[in-house]
T-cell receptor, first 114, second 112 residues
Framework: DQQVKQNSPSLSVQEGRISILNCDYT??????FLWYKKYPAEGPTFLIS?????DKNEDGRFTVFLNKSAKHLSLHIVPSQPGDSAVYFC?????????????FGTGTRLTVIP | DARVTQTPRHKVTEMGQEVTMRCQPI?????VFWYRQTMMQGLELLAY????????DSGMPKDRFSAEMPDATLATLKIQPSEPRDSAVYFC??????????FGPGTRLTVL
């Protein structure tokens, strides 16, 4: 039972344009959301996060938006660069429960075309 | 530059053999996680430890998988006996009881 879903396995974007990666979740107990980026032959690395008390968090070219009513979050990358080409995983946590474990989606492979 | 290390990076074995994967968490981190990456499920949590105590191993097939932390600098994931369906990349991650987990480079396991 996949509680975090990334329905687009892949996305291609031209360099300089906006990349939008989407993520849906089913568990209303999730209160903290993260995006991880993964290059081939490496482990995932933390990119950006958002608490459920916010609807937007921005860090440089990366912005995460959270729509709690729709149980949907998205990651915007502007402008996209070839170095952003990687697999992006969405993850969620039940922070208030005290549990540290994250629930991950299946990932979206982003390709930024020069 | 503190990192999570995992050994071996690659392992090819035959069905029925025992496989042991090792992880050295970042010094000072008190939570350790084992994940398996598959195409269909993405990153699945297998087990996690806090202060070396197992807190959740519900994602792990109990009959063949076992996870331990003999000490604060070593976590192990063992599969016995291994099966072809266990072929995947296994990641270890550690954290300091915060939201961010730091992942190792993974062990790519192939069971023939």
């Amino acid at each position: 039972d996949q509680q975090v879903k990334q329905n687009s396995p892949s996305l291609s974007v031209q360099e300089g344009r906006i990349s939008i990666l989407n993520c849906d979740y089913t568990n209303s107990m999730f209160d903290y959301f993260l995006w991880y980026k993964k290059y081939p032959a490496e482990g995932p690395t933390f990119l950006i996060s958002i608490s459920s008390i916010k609807d937007k968090n921005e860090d440089g070219r990366f912005t995460v938006f959270l729509n709690k009513s729709a149980k949907h979050l998205s990651l915007h990358i502007v402008p996209s660069q070839p170095g952003d080409s990687a697999v992006y995983f969405c993850a969620a946590r039940r922070r208030l429960s005290g549990a540290n474990n994250l629930f991950f989606g299946t990932g979206t492979r982003l390709t930024v075309i020069p | 530059d503190a990192r999570v290390t995992q050994t071996p990076r690659h392992k090819v074995t035959e069905m029925g053999q025992e496989v042991t994967m090792r992880c050295q968490p970042i010094l000072g981190h008190n939570t350790v996680f084992w994940y398996r990456q598959t195409m269909m499920q993405g990153l699945e949590l297998l087990a996690y430890f806090r202060n070396r105590a197992p807190l959740d191993d519900s994602g792990m097939p109990k009959d063949r998988f076992s996870a331990e932390m003999p000490d604060a600098t070593l976590a192990t994931l063992k599969i016995q006996p291994s099966e072809p369906r266990d072929s995947a990349v296994y990641f270890c991650a550690s954290g300091a009881d915060t939201d961010t987990q730091y992942f190792g480079p993974g062990t790519r396991l192939t069971v023939l």
